[in-house]
């Protein structure tokens, strides 16, 4: 399964390579925290059972028209939620976490607010492919679930779309970047209900070359 994954991530970055051949590409990175929860696609916001993480990786922006580009990315980020279960009659808080290595590939329209110099504002869209990485299925005290909790060996990846939009800072030979984003995902998930779907809101600054 995960190789068909990788193949499948491998061939969507390859598609970008006939685009505008001899355009200025720039690359990117990015770093920043990533706020996620699962729960049904419906619901946008979970406050009470949100976590926290680190989330970063590279990107590439490829000129396509004179304000869009295409923009492929590889990014770590970890997704999950905490929640309360029952155990031999106690209830017990615990935090379900899945560890992605996510592509996603989209389109970017930048308006700039000036002169060359100046900052400019950017907004994407497009969709995302995952592969998991690891999960990690623990209770507050740091104990992990019993085996009849969890479903070992969990391996499905996660498909969904990316919304954003930041601003670009060039400070001397370089540009600072400040992206915030809303992922979606639309995947079926292991050891959840059936309706539930990750969702994270990140926030992240970088550097483009």
Known sequence: MKTKHL?????????????????????????????????????????????????????????????????????NIC?????????????????????YLQIPIMA???????????????FNAGPYSSLLLKTDNHLSNGDELPASQVKKDSNTPDFGIVLGGGIILPVNKVKIQLDLRYDLGLTKLDNQPSDYRTKSLSLAAGIMF
């Open 108 to 122: 970017r329209y930048t308006m700039g607010l000036g002169s060359n110099m100046k900052p400019s504002l950017f």
């Open 7 to 75: 193949i499948i991530i491998t061939a969507l970055l390859a598609s970008i390579a006939p685009f505008k051949a001899g355009a200025q590409f720039a690359i990117g990175t990015r770093h920043g925290i990533a706020i996620s929860t699962l729960s049904k696609p419906g619901d946008l916001y979970d406050n009470d059972n949100l976590t926290t993480s680190y989330t970063g990786g590279l990107f590439v922006t490829i000129p396509m028209a004179k304000k869009l580009s295409l923009q492929p990315e590889i990014n």
């Open 79 to 99: 997704k999950g939620r905490r929640d309360e279960i029952d155990l031999s009659g106690n209830s017990q808080e615990t935090t379900y976490t899945y560890d």
